[in-house]
């Protein structure tokens, strides 16, 4: 596609449930991240794929939160047992490859535990 | 761990004058990049200007420039003939060499008066 593309854009869940949120790259790009971003702060590295394979998962804060990118394109991020502190803007972004030089950031799902 | 600090929660300008906002990082790498995204309200980040550490010009993209002052590990940021569409949150970010992950700072909050 012409950007990045995340779905949904808003998600209201109560404390406990399980949710996904989808991240649809620019066609081509090899490189897909997911960041976090709480309210009054700046985006916070999740993790990072080069193609299919997860190449640095350092930033996932704990065994509730879970990314997959089974081909290599599309990636969903899993958070199971929400707590009220998961709650920020999830954004994703992709580029061509290592070098990060200028991701393309999509516009986030902003994630509401109720 | 690296760490990037931005002192200005706000700044505000006048239509068609000069503001810089700052940014100062702390690393112990020699090899590295920084950048300056614009997040408007629409959430998506949006690369403004990136400098890469090696290079003693400052990077120059239209109305954006940077001071990067690398002894004083500081990465200002200056908007000339500023605009209302400039208005928008802006982040300072770090990424060491050979590594994926950009480290943001909290941001500064830009409003432009007409």
């Known amino acids: 596609g012409a950007g990045v593309s995340q779905t949904p854009s808003n998600k209201v869940t109560e404390k406990g449930k399980y949710v996904e949120l989808r991240c649809d790259p620019i066609s081509g790009h090899t490189a897909l991240y997911w960041y976090r971003q709480s309210l009054g702060q700046g985006p916070e590295f999740l993790i990072y794929f080069q193609g299919t394979g997860a190449a640095d998962d350092s930033g996932l804060p704990n065994d509730r939160f879970f990314a997959v990118r089974p081909e290599g394109s599309v990636s969903t991020l899993k958070i199971q047992r929400t707590e009220r502190g998961d709650s920020a803007v999830y954004l994703c972004?992709?580029?061509?490859?290592?070098?990060?030089?200028?991701?393309?950031f999509g516009s986030g799902t902003r994630l509401t535990v109720v | 761990a690296q760490t990037v600090t931005q002192s200005q929660p706000e700044m505000s300008v006048q239509e068609a004058e000069t503001v810089t906002l700052s940014c100062t990082y702390d690393t112990s790498e020699s090899d590295y990049y920084l950048f300056w995204y614009k997040q408007p309200p629409s959430r998506q980040m949006i690369l403004v200007i990136r400098q890469e550490a090696y290079k003693q010009q400052n990077a120059t993209e239209n109305r954006f420039s940077v001071n990067f002052q690398k002894a004083a590990k500081s990465f200002s940021l200056k908007i000339s003939d500023s605009q209302l569409g400039d208005a928008a949150m802006y982040f300072c970010?770090?990424?060491?060499?050979?590594?994926?992950?950009?480290?943001f700072g909290k941001g500064t909050k830009l409003t432009v008066n007409p």
């Open positions: 970010a770090y990424r060491q060499g050979g590594s994926e992950k950009l480290v």
């Open positions: 972004a992709s580029s061509h490859g290592q070098g990060g030089y200028g991701y393309t």
